[in-house]
DNA sequence: GCGTTGACCCAAA
DNA sequence: ATTTGGGCCAACG
């Protein structure tokens, strides 16, 4: 993963808004990443700086091992999990847009969509 | 090059 | 609701 990637990568995660959160697949997604686990990798080494806990797995739960401090940064702006499991119905900020639905909102991140 | 190892994802059982 | 299995892909030894 070359850094001019990495970079859009780090931008998109920098603007999910507080109180919203996105999926690493919706990431990747957005980007036209091959793998979710782009996202995650990312992350691991290099997410110190970013709002990492906006970032849980497609089925609303937290990364393993820092699901305590994830979820109670999340709780803290708002977004309240039940039984540990985020309701992304309600909270997902991007989705994945496998096939654009005609003129959808692509003004959503125009520099990103290259 | 090959085998492991992950902040992953999804369909099927 | 969980578990299993397959697919994914870069980094490391």
Redesign the pocket.
């Known amino acids: 993963?070359d850094e001019r990637t990495a970079d859009r990568v780090r931008e998109v995660i920098a603007a999910i808004p507080p109180g919203r959160v996105a999926?690493?697949?919706?990431i990747?997604g957005l980007l036209g990443l091959?793998?979710?686990?782009?996202?995650?990798?990312l992350?691991?080494e290099d997410?110190?700086d970013l709002p990492?806990?906006r970032?849980?797995?497609?089925?609303g739960r937290p990364?393993?091992?820092?699901a305590q401090e994830?979820l109670a940064r999340l709780l803290s702006e708002g977004v309240i999990a039940e039984d540990g499991r985020i309701d992304m119905r309600r909270y997902r900020w991007a989705e994945?847009v496998p096939e654009p639905p005609a003129a959808a909102q692509t003004d959503l991140f125009p520099t990103l969509t290259d």
């Open positions: 993963m999926a690493y697949g919706d990747a091959p793998s979710a686990r782009m996202v995650g990798r992350l691991a997410g110190h990492w806990h970032v849980l797995r497609a089925d990364a393993h091992h820092l994830q994945l």
